[in-house]
């Protein structure tokens, strides 16, 4: 049976001030959204909520995936539930490879999975077949797996990293936030890319962009546009393309929001 991660009514306050006003927004597994919306309207905000960051505070609703709320769990446990955040801005690990780093994450998730019987991990022989596939699915060189993560990586490198993570660990939902500047089309065209390549009918995905040519790249099924906190209006391409035609503008008067900067 295919899952759904539902957002209900998601309140969310950063010092106080509240940021996220309800949001909605179902997302089920082989679909793939993509969130669109002026600068300042919480796109980031939402991302960072479903991690559990502590700056987030979370003042009403839920997010529900499996009948449980995921709001209510460790980081950790979000991810070995199936549930894969990109984070905005990569922190760089010192002498941690691309390699180990994913080692290190396939085993976590997977001891959860054993509870407390003896667990001895992916072999390495296994672990280097896998990410083998996987980068050679993705078109990833292999010397990749050798790098020191995030230490100087490109944006494009950052990109493939995170792709490269998406592929490695299978998630049910991957919820992908792009940075707000400095993506080039190299980085873009990577994310949109693999993504495609990743599409299936395990993976749900929420892109969040600004970037109409990442939707030209990736055709999502479902497009959403938050402004003020909230989804204000749902659909598919279509409502991207009006998007470009129009800009944000008509869309701030027509939901009575103020507008931000753009
Ligand atoms: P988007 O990703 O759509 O551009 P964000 O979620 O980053 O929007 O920001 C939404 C709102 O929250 C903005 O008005 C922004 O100023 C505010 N905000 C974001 N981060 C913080 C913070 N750390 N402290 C105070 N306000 C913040
Ligand atoms: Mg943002």
């Not at 306050?13 to 679909?31: A, R």
């Not at 509870?115 to 990410?131: Q, V």
């Not at 395990?202 to 030209?216: P, Q, V």
Request: glycine share 10%; no cysteine; proline share 4%.
């Amino acid at each position: 049976m295919s899952a759904v991660l539902e957002i209900r009514n998601l309140h969310v306050n950063i010092n106080d001030s509240p940021i996220l006003k309800g949001v909605n927004l179902v997302i089920k597994q082989g679909e793939t959204h993509a969130l669109m919306g002026p600068n300042g309207s919480g796109k980031s905000t939402l991302a960072y909520a479903l991690t559990g960051h502590p700056s987030y505070e979370v003042t009403g609703g839920e997010v529900i995936l499996d009948g449980e709320n995921i709001l209510e769990m460790e980081a950790d446990e979000r991810s070995r539930m199936g549930l894969f955040l990109a984070f905005q801005y990569p922190v760089a690990v010192p002498g941690v490879t691309v390699a180990n780093f994913l080692r290190q994450a396939i085993n976590s998730r997977m001891e959860a999975q054993y509870e407390g019987e003896d667990f001895k991990g992916i072999s390495i022989p296994e672990f280097a077949r896998l990410l083998r596939a996987k980068m050679d699915m993705l078109g990833i060189d292999h010397k990749f797996a050798g790098r020191y993560l995030n230490e100087g990586f490109s944006g494009g490198e950052k990109k493939r990293n995170e792709i490269l993570q998406l592929a490695t660990l299978e998630p049910r939902f991957a919820i992908l936030d792009e940075t707000d500047s400095g993506l080039d089309i190299d980085a873009l065209r990577i994310v949109a890319d693999g993504v495609n390549k990743l599409k299936n009918e395990n993976l749900g995905t929420l892109i969040i962009t600004h970037y109409k040519r990442m939707l030209d790249y990736l055709q999502p099924q479902f497009v959403h546009m938050m402004m003020g906190g909230r989804i204000v209006e749902s659909g598919g391409p279509d409502l991207a393309q009006e998007i470009e035609d129009r800009g944000y503008e008509p869309y701030f008067a027509k939901h009575g929001v103020e507008i931000t900067e753009e």
